[in-house]
């Protein structure tokens, strides 16, 4: 089983409409999670932590289940300007600065179509 | 405050040549981590350099290597490349109090090897 496995998509979805995916991860020990954005041929820049059962920001929430060993990313009310590659980032389970292997799943792409 | 900045943003050299990568973090950012995306993939680790010491390497093959200077920049060196070396090389900063997974990443170096 991979390290951190998410379905590489497209979804296609419509403006207003509410999408989620889900990300999964192998290690049982990992405490915190990341989503991140990547605009085409852009950079990576972080969207959300997840660190406990979720966090919700604007539309945005992220929710983490422990017991099944994923973490889910929904967008409500989706934009046009939400079109992008979704990377979900799992640090190391006993990370400490200076010990910060990222490992990032290979991105769910979302398009929003008008 | 400027951000991770990365130079070249674009280069093309050709197979068993050698690259250097330089990248300088965002002011006051001490922990510096290369990445390596290949195209419909997540970026992967390669190296942490914090303090100028190497704090993390992930699996990639001696031809790879970096390093990290007095005032926190960074040069990440390639040797004899190869046409699977052509990938976007992403630098990313984050500062001591940060949390684990908050890296802030520059735009990159993309480099295609003929």
């Known amino acids: 089983r991979k390290e951190v496995e998410q379905d590489p998509g497209p979804f296609n979805v419509p403006e207003g409409a509410t999408v989620a995916f889900n990300c999964t991860y192998s290690n049982s020990a990992s405490q915190s999670f990341f989503w991140y954005r990547q605009d085409c041929r852009k950079e990576p820049k972080l969207l959300m932590s997840?660190?406990?059962s979720g966090n919700e920001d604007g539309r945005f929430t992220a929710q983490l289940n422990r017991a099944s060993q994923y973490i889910s990313l929904l967008i409500r009310d989706s934009k046009l300007s939400d079109s992008a590659t979704y990377l979900c980032v799992v640090p190391p389970p006993r990370s400490y600065f200076g010990n910060e292997k990222l490992t990032f799943g290979t991105g769910t792409r979302l398009t929003i179509i008008p | 405050d400027a951000g991770v900045t990365q130079s070249p943003t674009h280069l093309i050299k050709t197979r068993g040549q050698h690259v250097t990568l330089r990248c300088s973090p965002i002011?006051?950012?001490?922990?510096v981590s290369w990445y390596q995306q290949v195209l419909g993939q997540g970026p992967q680790f390669i190296f942490q350099?914090?303090?100028?010491?190497?704090?993390g390497r992930g699996n990639f093959p001696d031809r790879f290597s970096a390093r990290q200077f007095p005032n926190y920049s960074s040069e990440l060196n390639v040797n004899a490349l190869l046409l699977g070396d052509s990938a976007l090389y992403l630098c990313?900063?984050?500062?001591?109090?940060?949390?684990?997974?908050?890296?802030?990443f520059g735009e990159g170096s993309r480099l295609t090897v003929l």
């Open positions: 990313a900063s984050r500062r001591a109090q940060g949390i684990t997974g908050e890296l802030f």
């Open positions: 002011s006051g950012h001490k922990s």
């Open positions: 350099y914090y303090e100028k010491e190497e704090r």
């Open positions: 997840v660190y406990s």
